[in-house]
């Protein structure tokens, strides 16, 4: 898969050269640029093995990693994801406009759904969001029923953003359209929504254990090769001693 994917982007770089390209194969032995956010319960495992990122999650929360940028404006972020097992109710997720625990994100996954005083029913969707890791509301762009990721296969996803408005794909579909997001602030909860102008970039999971490959990031103020600020505190390595949880 990585092979194929390198090759790929190679022949296309030269057509995006002038926008600027980030990519990470996970060919070091660290995530120098990486930094995990969680919302609730500790940490996820992120480890690097054979030039693969390797992930696992056994809570029901979502752990994202993420850069430390917070400039870059519009751009398209591209990433390979292989489920490998599931271990609950779960999700994979792609995140731009990333800003310490606000984004815009989508995900494929199974969530209990409640409907009025209607019996939960468990459904399987693919969803895009704008708002807090930690808690609701959400500003809802998309959602639709939709069969979750295939363990033991690869999948590819794509999120792009320009102004405000959002499109994102799977494997080549286009799921959702250019949407615009809409953040209502007359409602009150809403009131202390961030604008989502700018931000770095992340993806994640919750109750998987799956295999993460050739994240691609493209536009104008996108640094070429990864090469932006990166503090102390904003490296990830294996181990977890210097974890920030926000």
């Known amino acids: 898969m990585k092979s194929a994917s390198i090759t790929a982007l190679l022949f296309l770089l030269p057509l995006s050269v002038w926008a600027g390209t980030f990519l990470e194969t996970f060919d070091g032995k660290d995530l120098d640029g990486w930094q995990q956010i969680w919302a609730i319960k500790g940490p996820a495992v992120w480890e690097i093995d054979d030039g693969e990122l390797h992930a696992e999650s056994r809570e029901a929360y979502i752990h994202l990693l993420t850069t430390a940028d917070t400039t ?16 609950g109710i779960g999700g994979i997720t792609i995140a ?6 606000w984004l815009v994100y989508c995900s494929i996954s199974d969530p209990v759904i409640i ?17 807090g890791l930690h808690v609701p509301p959400r500003a809802i762009l998309f959602t639709e029923q939709h069969p979750l990721l295939r363990l033991n296969r690869w999948a590819h996803l794509k999120l792009s953003v320009e102004g405000d408005m959002f499109a994102f794909w799977l494997n080549g579909e ?10 209502f602030r007359q409602i009150e909860v809403f009131a202390d929504f ?49 974890l920030k949880q926000y």
Not at 73 to 82: G, H, S
Not at 96 to 101: E, F, I, N, Q
């Open 96 to 101: 731009v406009r990333v800003k310490g625990t």
């Open 72 to 87: 870059w404006e519009d751009y398209t972020m591209e990433l390979d994801v292989k489920p490998l097992k599931k271990h």
């Open 174 to 183: 286009q799921i959702m359209a250019p949407t615009q997001l809409q953040i």
């Open 115 to 131: 409907r009025g005083d209607d019996p939960p029913v468990q459904e399987r969707r693919i969803g895009c969001y704008a708002g």
């Open 194 to 242: 961030p604008d989502f102008q700018t931000g770095g970039v992340g993806f994640g999971l919750w109750n998987y254990t799956a295999v993460f490959d050739n994240i691609t990031v493209t536009g104008d103020s996108v640094p070429n090769s990864g090469d932006f600020d990166v503090t102390s505190q904003g490296k990830l390595a294996t181990t977890w001693g210097n």
